[in-house]
């Protein structure tokens, strides 16, 4: 069986005030043609499918149209909810789709039913994951007991795959939207201070698994033999200068027959799995309509047309998407009017003199991103107050921490 694994759309955002809607557009048109070329079973959209909880009409229609002409060549489509979706608005309407072959993620209630393919190698169980919060999987469970349980999202996520009950012999492929523990990350990501980490082996079960979140395409979940089982596909589009570097593509995935899938874990998704299903990935590269690149040199170099053929004859248009640090020492009057006349899609203008480096303040970024944000305000409130808090005052910091992060939006 065949799939087709994208994410993070992110339909509507909009990049340094720059809307992106039609470059999106565009790569949605272009994935449309993956299809028609690969003709996959289904198609596996893993979250942020909007870049707000409440998308404007614009973003709405383009979704709209794509999952029209997506339905209209047969496949079929499963569509979950992320981090930046609202979940209520990703399910409206979600009984009425699944007549055109396009699944929706309902809202997280605990209850799981799969949607059965079939193949010549037998069935194929594909679950939808949407993305969930600590908070929000406490509130489903029964006990006090599996409640207490829950203490961050590793066992958060755990406790809700624990509700998806296997069948005997058939393959299993779960669309989930969550960052996992070890994933590198890129600038136009939301990921805190660790806090949302997953680890990859609470997915280990599943032949396959399609996620989103991470924008930068990676394998997270491999078997003993190096067989890969979860993956990112990463963005279709790049959405900062962090992401410039990156090879944009869709996963295609091809899923062989069971083997001993499923034997072990029919009812319980945490049991000894024995065998998965054979399993091949390949990347389809994807090609957008601008670039994203930096320039750097003097304001005299990158306006010299000597420097503008030189990029053309290197295969960059320069219409691409450009973030151009000047070398000037003085500023240069009107620099960025003056830059959009050669390049009109000047994202963002700076300065790399000796002047902006006396100014720069070096952060330990590695070491910020692996603390929590109860270890930075700790750290913040004993900078400024002389003194570590009290257990009154943490307690009443964690508690609006966790109202924050934990609770639904």
């Known amino acids: 069986m065949k799939f087709l694994h994208l994410a993070d759309l992110h339909i509507g955002k909009r990049v340094c005030e720059h809307s992106m809607l039609g470059d999106q557009v565009h790569i949605l048109g272009e994935v449309l043609k993956v299809v028609d070329a690969e003709k996959p079973d289904a198609v596996l959209i893993a979250g942020d499918v909007y870049d707000k909880p409440v998308p404007g009409a614009e973003a709405v229609a383009v979704l709209d149209d794509f999952l029209v002409k997506l339905s209209r060549t047969g496949v079929k489509v499963f569509v979950v909810s992320g981090n930046h979706d609202s979940a209520e608005r990703i399910a409206f309407g979600a009984r009425l789709m699944q007549g055109t072959g396009v699944y929706m993620s309902p809202v ?5 039913e ?16 949407p993305f969930v919060r600590p908070a929000m999987v406490r509130a489903c469970l029964e006990s006090d007991e599996e409640r207490d349980a829950v203490k961050d999202y590793t066992s958060a996520v755990k406790a809700a795959l624990a509700q998806m009950k296997f069948t005997e012999g058939r393959r299993n492929v779960l669309v989930a939207h969550q960052f996992v523990t070890g994933a590198e990350t890129s600038d136009s990501e939301e990921c805190v201070g660790g806090l949302e980490n997953v680890d990859a082996s609470v997915f ?8 989103g979140h991470i924008h930068k395409p990676q394998n997270v979940l491999k078997d003993g033999d190096g067989t890969v089982r979860a993956r990112y596909s990463g963005t279709p589009l790049k959405y900062s200068l962090s992401e410039a570097a990156h090879k944009k593509s869709v996963t295609v995935v091809e899923l062989g027959s069971a083997g001993n899938a499923g034997v072990a874990v029919a009812g319980d998704l945490f049991a000894d799995s024995g065998m998965h299903a054979a399993l091949q990935l390949r990347e389809v590269p994807l090609v957008p ?7 750097h040199g003097t304001f005299a170099e990158l306006v010299s047309p000597e420097f503008r053929n030189g990029q053309v004859a290197a295969g960059m248009s320069l219409e691409d998407y450009v ?11 009107d620099a960025a009017q003056k830059l959009r006349g050669i390049y009109p899609n000047l994202m963002m203008l700076a300065y790399d003199n000796e002047r902006t480096r006396n100014q720069k303040i070096t952060v330990d970024v590695e070491k910020v991103e692996k603390k929590s944000p109860m270890q930075l305000f700790s750290e913040f409130f004993g900078e400024m107050n002389g003194r570590e808090m009290n257990g009154e005052e943490s307690e009443f910091v964690q ?8 609770g639904e939006r």
Do not use: C
């Open 114 to 129: 799969p949607v059965t393919l079939q193949d010549v190698s037998g069935e194929v169980d594909v679950w939808m994951l």
């Open 108 to 112: 997280y209630s605990g209850a799981f």
């Open 399 to 406: 508690s609006i921490i966790d109202g924050i992060w934990e």
């Open 204 to 211: 280990e079960k599943f032949d396959y698994v399609a996620l």
């Open 323 to 333: 973030y151009i640090e000047l070398t000037d020492e003085n500023d240069i009057p």
């Open 289 to 295: 309509l601008h670039d994203v690149r930096k320039i």
